[in-house]
């Protein structure tokens, strides 16, 4: 047999390569480089020094004291649900498994946006507890607490502890649970001494995601959190923008990036030990309707807190965008896209819609190219290194968006990548983030087909062009698609990144959110809630799109 | 008092009938199998002794007391499953222990125990291997010490051998009947495997979608099959309604068959079983008056290393034999002439 020493897939690990080396390594190093020159008070400043600073100490500190008690928050909420999730049969179950999703898919700034709707103080509880009582002032005093983005987090990530422990649980309880049962251990034993030690993974690895995301959030503590509230991102934002010290900014990226590569390393370990993931549910779940009284108080009660957490937050964002003053209205979405003196756009509002929509397209087609091409070389065995470029690519996964989209802004103002002006610069970082879930997509479906597949088709007469196009793309097809839709929705959501590169005269409707959200004033309130309104359509159709293209498992 | 009585039990879900008016009695240190093929009900019938689950209709007694209200894990009972019960997070011997210490056993006497149970299944000194170490075997003989270990009341196992390949299967068998013996212990062993039970089971009770076809030792089962079912199910496949005219004209001519065979000629409800161990070689045996003999061709032979099995047409019937590799049978298309032992001939209600 005939062994050539690279094969000629290889060549095809070429884009990613240079893309990555391009956008993400460059930035990287950009950020390390100005960390070394950042001062404060004169004196230099070294992210070695910064811990010492007791301000950004404090930052730090109240990074994590906010994740932790998000995690805590939603499990106390997360873990009942996830227990009637895995045990009980009942009416709506279908929906609400679908539904369930939606909170997690939804973009941040739609997420904060629904809930200063709800209970923000010109929000949707406060009027109605306003004219109900004849108050003069907003009862609900919630905006610029800690409890407000926390209430947030939790929504975020109730419905994630929901579905990996819920279904994890699923599978191991009923025989387990028996043979426990028949050793003679009471239901109160079985739980202790069997479900939960054989939940610990699914708990634990859920746990860290919980607190990265947390870790890292940025756009619901921006809009919801008050000044002293700062995460490490929200300050890196504030240094960059606000205060315009960057060497600061790299500083505290630098601190984000080894935290976040930290994090993500322990998750990777702990999840090794259990091969869960987020949309597999391939197991089949023993279940039944709920039987005794205390049952079914116990599920009704957890059903009303997922309907008051989930789903009061969307519908109070929908009326808020067809109430003004004088009760339903279209307003707010017809002055979208008529221009206005006082805006805060020079542009109409509406244009965001257009710009979003050209970005996420943009998006998806550069993130399927890389995506195509790296899988194309990945997935045909004798390429060396192929683990280590896997991790490479998943690499931008880790990393924080906000680092991401400070690493442009320092990196890509010269020559030779001078792309301060250009339009690409938003499809760039998107695609950095779009891209990795493109290959994750895609991998495991190109490696399921097998080479003797190939061969066949090598010995009937292809070309390796030929195969490709014959064998890998028509059974890959719904795995691209899946991506596709990914990389569009991923786009059209990103706010982190966006909210450093966005030009003035091209917002994305994130971006635009944000500026109505900063702004006071009931008009740009309103306009907030229907620009809201319609990125959540688009968000959930591009989710509904997913679930079709999902094949559904019996 | 027989240890275990189940009288009248019946479940029911809204699309089908799982279980139809079930009465079985398990006399003390007998070990019981329940046989059928899937979907018979047997392991339904064994999750409502065990007290997982509840009968709609009917009661369930243990030394004469009614066990309904009890559960499970109040009954003393042992169960094995088919497979992967053993608890991932614990080593071997604390899967042993699990039982104990709901007994809230001392520490020096469990420790003992374990060495006991682990003895007695062959497992000596695997007490710290993890779980996902074991083969599939050792797993289950785990399993087995795990149940045996607490001394249950009675013992309850559901397809313990399923998942296994067929040699080990066949040994475990023998071994699991030994041990239960050896412990005097009462158990009922669900399987869908007739060798199997005819292995370890002292009496068969064969279920068939949910009702109690024939409850006996194995011997009587195969020598008496209660009903063409039971036949079935266990291979058997001569079987020939004999109220056809050309069995009766088989059935008059030969004036050897049995007297109680001869009277069911006409029966509508009846079915006439010969077994496939009936047949021998004229040649081969003494002819006494009353043999049945019988003349036909030979369709098919195949070998099947201890015996080779013949199809023969006799009239328009076709029969399969298992007929001794000495002398050999004749070969398709040869004319064949036979015995028919009248003792492997029998009559099954339909």
Not at chain 1, 479 to 491: I, L, P, Q
Not at chain 2, 76 to 101: C, K, W
Request: overall charge neutral; some cysteine.
């Amino acid at each position: 047999m005939r062994s050539s020493p690279l094969p000629l897939r290889s060549i095809f690990l070429l884009p990613p390569l240079l893309f990555l080396l391009a956008f993400y390594f460059h930035p990287l190093l950009q950020i390390l480089l100005l960390s070394n020159t950042a001062e404060f008070r004169g004196q230099p400043l070294s992210p070695a020094h910064l811990l010492e600073s007791s301000v950004y100490l404090r930052v730090i500190w109240f990074t994590f004291w906010q994740a932790a008690l998000s995690t805590l928050l939603t499990f106390l909420l997360a873990l009942p649900g996830a227990f009637i999730y895995a045990r009980y049969d009942f009416r709506g179950k279908k929906v609400l498994r679908a539904a369930s999703t939606v909170p997690f898919v939804l973009p941040t700034v739609v997420t904060a946006a629904a809930f200063r709707a709800l209970l923000g103080a010109n929000g949707l509880v406060n009027t109605w507890l306003m004219e109900l009582l004849s108050l003069q002032h907003p009862p609900i005093q919630i905006e610029q607490t800690v409890a407000f983005f926390l209430l947030a987090h939790v929504f975020y990530n109730y419905t994630l502890v929901l579905r990996i422990v819920g279904e994890y649980w699923s599978r191991i309880d009923a025989r387990a649970g028996e043979a426990a049962a028949m050793l003679g251990a009471s239901p109160r034993q079985i739980f202790f001494r069997v479900t939960l030690p054989l939940l610990t993974p699914a708990i634990a690895s859920s746990a860290l995601l919980v607190f990265i995301f947390c870790f890292t959030s940025f756009g619901i503590i921006l809009l919801l959190g008050g000044p002293g509230q700062t995460t490490i991102e929200v300050e890196i934002y504030r240094q960059a923008v606000h205060l315009f010290n960057l060497p600061m900014a790299a500083s505290l990226s630098l601190i984000q990036i080894l935290f976040n590569f930290g994090l993500m390393w322990l998750y990777v370990r702990i999840g090794r030990k259990s091969p869960l993931s987020f949309f597999a549910d391939s197991f089949p779940m023993r279940t039944r309707p709920p039987r005794r009284l205390g049952e079914k108080v116990f599920l009704a009660a957890n059903l009303i807190v997922m309907f008051l957490l989930l789903a009061t937050p969307l519908l109070a964002l929908i009326t808020a965008s067809f109430t003004d003053q004088n009760g339903f209205s279209t307003l707010y979405y017809l002055t979208l896209f008529t221009n206005q003196s006082g805006s805060v756009f020079a542009v109409p509002a509406g244009q965001a819609i257009c710009n979003s929509l050209f970005f996420a397209l943009a998006t998806t087609v550069l993130a399927l190219v890389l995506g195509l091409s790296a899988t194309t070389a990945l997935s045909s065995p004798r390429i060396p290194g192929q683990a280590l470029m896997e991790t490479l690519i998943l690499l931008p996964l880790a990393t924080s968006a906000v680092t991401m989209g400070f690493g442009f802004i320092v990196t890509l103002n010269r020559p030779p990548l001078d792309l301060r002006d250009s339009l690409a610069l938003i499809p760039l970082a998107h695609s950095l983030v779009a891209f990795p879930f493109v290959v994750r997509c895609l991998l495991p479906a190109l490696r399921s087909i097998p080479h003797a597949l190939r061969e066949a088709a090598a010995v009937l007469g292809a070309s390796p062009g030929r195969i490709w196009y014959h064998v890998d793309m028509p059974l890959t097809a719904r795995a691209v698609a899946v991506g596709a839709v990914f990389a569009f929705s991923v786009s059209m959501g990103e706010f982190g990144a966006t909210s450093f590169i966005a030009r003035p005269h091209t917002p994305t409707m994130p971006v635009a959110i944000f500026r109505f959200l900063s702004r006071p004033g009931d008009m740009n309130f309103g306009q907030a809630m229907a620009m809201s309104s319609i990125l959540m359509l688009v968000t959930i159709i591009g989710f509904l799109v997913l679930e079709k293209l999902t094949p559904a498992k019996s | 008092m027989a240890p275990l009585e189940i009288q009248d039990v019946s479940l029911a879900t809204k699309e089908e009938i799982l279980l139809a008016g079930i009465s079985l009695t398990i006399g003390e240190g007998e070990i019981l199998a329940l046989l059928g093929p899937s979907g018979a009900g047997k392991t339904t019938l064994l999750r409502l002794v065990a007290g997982l689950e509840q009968p709609d209709r009917g009661r369930i007694l243990f030394h004469g007391q009614d066990i309904s209200g009890t559960p499970p894990h109040q009954r003393s009972f042992g169960m094995m499953f088919q497979e992967y019960t053993l608890f991932p997070h614990r080593d071997v011997a604390a899967n042993i222990a699990f039982g104990l210490e709901m007994q809230k056993m001392e520490r020096h006497r469990r420790d003992k125990r374990i060495s006991e149970v682990l003895e007695l299944v062959g497992l000596h000194g695997f007490d710290r291997r993890t779980v996902d170490s074991l083969s599939g075997g050792e797993r289950q003989r785990v399993a087995l010490a795990r149940c045996l270990a607490p001394r249950p009341h009675l013992l309850l196992l559901d397809e313990p051998l399923a998942s296994l390949d067929l040699q080990l299967r066949e040994r475990l068998a023998n071994e699991i009947r030994a041990i239960l013996k050896r412990m005097a212990i009462t158990a009922i062993f669900v399987t869908h495997d007739q060798s199997e039970a005819f292995a370890v089971a002292d009496r068969i009770a064969i279920l068939h979608e949910g009702r109690l076809e024939q409850c006996a030792t194995p011997e009587e089962i195969y020598r008496c099959p209660a009903s063409s079912v039971v036949a079935s199910f266990l291979g058997f496949r001569n079987l020939l309604p004999p109220d056809t005219d050309d069995i009766q004209e088989l059935l008059a001519v030969k004036d050897a068959w049995p007297a109680h065979i001869r009277a069911a000629a006409g029966n509508q409800e009846a079915m006439l079983l010969i077994r496939p161990d009936a047949a021998t070689l004229t040649g081969q045996s003494p002819q006494g008056p009353d043999a049945i003999i019988l003349d036909g061709v030979v369709e098919r032979r195949r070998f099947q290393g201890r015996f080779y099995q013949l199809t023969i047409a006799v009239k328009s019937h076709r029969l399969i034999f298992d007929m001794p590799p000495e002398p050999l049978p004749p070969g398709p298309g040869e004319a064949i002439t036979f015995r028919l032992d009248p003792a492997a001939i029998a009559l099954l209600s339909s």
